[in-house]
């Protein structure tokens, strides 16, 4: 698909590219080649993934191919696919990504699972969520049970800007409120926290050498007569940063080079944040509030025993 193309080579049938683009990224060790070659197409061509097997043999336009040509040598640098399409499917609806936020993984639909067992379609809910990235976790909640108010701090602008505009897009504006802030500390004084909460605006595991995408488990639980007067959130929901620097290293590159470290790794165990999460809690959580965590299988024992020493109870791994 290079520039040089003369006579017949210079009829890129959808046909053609697909089968080229999808050799193309077999070379460059992509996993699952064809399936992105056509995601990749359909959003060069700007038509559902379908169309193009009724359109096999319609030419590319000049635009289009300029298109592919641009998202196929992102890709083969392994920028992420998400970052190039602009979007992520999480829990059957669409999210917008890009660069510096993190992309939304299958397995964190687990955290969503859990948390919805705790909370009750038709009885109002406060939680709190700590590290909101794309706000998937958060609109999700907020569609799923209508009465769940969600508060959801983020130390990063980009982050904040796509959670927003995902906030927006999935009309939840009402249920959902963007803190910029770190970790529970906006959430200490709830009535200074909503005061001050404010969507942020667009501008017009078993870890291999290679990947830890099916590492990532939820431990939740529930705590016991922990919080002060002041508390009054029903549960508190974070998918932390828990990797540690090293493993890091060994990532896909995706991960490696494209997704910000902050939403990836947490000292030298990887559990930096999730211990301060865990301290800090009963400040916030209504006696017998639960809390929800996604981190890797190897910390899962660590995690309860933290959560014990804290005082938490009911302590569940899925």
Request: hydrophobic share 40%.
């Amino acid at each position: 698909m290079s520039n040089g193309d003369t006579a017949a080579d210079d009829v890129w049938t959808v046909q053609r590219i697909l089968q080229w683009t999808t050799d193309f990224l077999r070379q460059k060790n992509i996993e699952l080649p064809r399936l992105e070659a056509e995601l990749l197409l359909a959003h060069a061509r700007q038509c559902p993934r379908i169309r193009l097997y009724t359109d096999f043999e319609i030419p590319l336009t000049t635009e289009e191919r300029a298109r592919m040509r641009d998202y196929v040598t992102r890709r083969s640098r392994r920028e992420p696919l998400a970052y190039i399409t602009g979007h992520r499917e999480f829990y059957g609806r669409e999210f917008l990504v890009g660069a510096g936020v993190l992309v939304p993984r299958p397995e964190t639909e687990t955290l969503v699972d859990v948390c919805l067992d705790y909370l009750p379609k038709s009885q109002a809910t406060l939680v709190a969520e700590v590290g909101v990235g794309s706000g998937c976790i958060a609109v999700t909640l907020a569609r799923q049970r209508p009465l769940c108010r969600i508060l959801a701090t983020d130390i990063s602008t980009d982050a904040l800007t796509f959670a927003s505009e995902n906030v927006r897009t999935h009309q939840v504006e009402a249920q959902v409120q963007l803190i910029d802030g770190d970790g529970l500390t906006p959430f200490f004084n709830h009535h200074t926290a909503a005061a001050a909460a404010r969507p942020r605006c667009s501008e017009e595991e078993d870890v291999s050498p290679e990947s830890v995408s099916a590492a990532p488990e939820p431990v939740e639980s529930r705590s016991a007569d922990l919080s002060n007067g002041a508390a009054c959130f029903d549960g508190i929901v974070s998918n932390p940063p828990y990797l540690r620097d090293e493993v890091l290293q060994n990532t896909a590159a995706e991960i490696r080079l494209h997704e910000d470290p902050r939403a990836l790794v947490s000292g030298e165990d990887g559990l930096d944040l999730v211990r301060i999460l865990i301290r800090d809690a009963p400040q916030i959580l209504k006696p017998g509030g639960w809390m929800a965590l996604e981190v890797d299988p190897q910390q899962c024992a660590t995690v309860a025993e933290l959560l014990k020493a804290q005082g938490f109870a009911d302590i569940h791994i899925h």
